[in-house]
């Protein structure tokens, strides 16, 4: 996949700045001459190329901004080579417009929801949690303990397993058929970002053996983004209740959703 011409200078000069910014002996290369006989800072063309194991020229004509083919392997050993951070590192990916082969492990272990947005949700009033990147109830506050009692205490983490798996869920969800359509349309748009995560395969294989419903709706090949709107429940102690959904996606957390539950507008 070509790059367009804007593209591809963005693309050369966060290279480049990321080279001049690398000391040799921070890349593991020996330094063969005080750094002030240097003619060019950090590294040269030829140092990221050779760690890189790719041809001088063809690191050159990258950061020159040439029309030529990126490979996902190519940019992953750049990365490696200049020492990028995670958030370099991804931003390099999106440069590029390529997915990364072996993207960096998240911060936070899996199972343990981050402490920042933990915090979030202990300080809103209304309904409000936290799914993973596996639509995986993570945490929670006290009201969506409360309001999802059907979901959050029956032992299922997941909201897909939950909805389509769990007898009660057509008896607490409101017009339970729409909104699982439209869950697994928004789900189906989640794994376009990594469509390898053997969890995810895993989740998928399981529903489609154990719900026909899911089985149905995941042919229809529905995309949807996480969207809001209203959302009604038949709670087993409070009866009917309305609200209007809000999905936030933290930065810091990626594939993860905070989603509220707000009282309807009057």
């Not at 004509?61 to 490696?80: N, P, T, Y």
């Not at 109830?137 to 959050?152: D, I, M, S, T, V």
């Not at 042919?219 to 009917?240: C, M, Q, T, Y």
Request: proline letters at 11%; charged letters at 25%; glycine letters at 6%.
């Amino acid at each position: 996949m070509l790059l367009p011409a804007d593209q591809r200078r963005l693309l050369g000069a966060f290279l480049r700045r990321h080279r001049e910014a690398l000391a040799p002996e921070a890349a593991g290369l020996p330094v063969a001459a005080p750094a002030s006989r240097r003619r060019t800072p950090g590294l040269r063309r030829e140092e990221v190329a050779l760690l890189c194991g790719l041809s001088t020229t063809w690191y050159t004509w990258v950061e020159q901004g040439r029309d030529i083919a990126l490979s996902a392997e190519a940019l992953a050993r750049l990365a490696q080579a200049l020492r990028l951070t995670p958030a370099e590192r991804a931003y390099l990916f999106e440069l590029a417009r390529r997915r990364d082969p072996a993207p960096p492990p998240p911060g936070t272990p899996p199972g343990a929801p981050p402490p920042e947005l933990v915090a979030a949700l202990r300080a809103m009033a209304a309904p409000a949690y936290l799914l993973d990147p596996l639509w995986r109830a993570r945490a929670w506050n006290e009201a969506a303990g409360h309001l999802f009692a059907p979901w959050l205490d029956s032992g299922e983490a997941c909201l897909l397993r939950y909805v389509f798996l769990d007898p009660t869920a057509p008896r607490f969800i409101c017009d339970w058929e729409n909104r699982a359509r439209r869950l697994l349309a928004e789900f189906r748009a989640d794994t376009a970002h990594d469509p390898d995560d053997p969890g995810m395969q895993a989740l998928v294989r399981g529903l489609l053996q154990g719900s026909a419903a899911f089985a149905r709706f995941w042919n229809e090949h529905a995309v949807l983004a996480r969207e809001g709107g209203a959302r009604s429940f038949n709670h087993p102690r409070d009866g009917l209740l309305h609200y209007e959904q809000v999905t936030l996606l933290p930065a810091a957390q990626p594939g993860h959703k905070l989603v509220m539950l707000l009282p309807p507008p009057p």
